[in-house]
């Protein structure tokens, strides 16, 4: 199946599930990352029940905190 993650396109065997797609995709601090698919927020005690679908967007939001 063809997802698009940040931007890219990617082929990936069918059926993946989210924390898969984490793995794959080396996402260091999984549990510090916001993600979204096809522009809705998935909250994090829901990543385990999403299964990916062939022609989704994926994006994966990293927040840095930072100033003076």
């Known amino acids: 199946m063809k997802l698009t993650i940040n ?3 990617k082929e990936l ?3 993946i599930s989210l924390p898969e797609l984490l793995i794959i995709e080396n996402v260091e601090q999984p ?5 979204q698919i ?3 927020f998935i909250r994090q ?4 029940n999403v299964v990916l679908k062939d022609g ?3 994006n994966f ?3 840095m905190g930072g100033g003076a």
């Open 7 to 9: 931007g890219d396109t």
């Open 56 to 58: 989704d967007e994926i």
């Open 45 to 48: 005690d829901e990543h385990t």
């Open 31 to 35: 549990d510090m990352v916001s993600v």
């Open 13 to 15: 065997k069918d059926g």
């Open 61 to 63: 939001l990293y927040f």
């Open 38 to 40: 096809n522009d809705e």
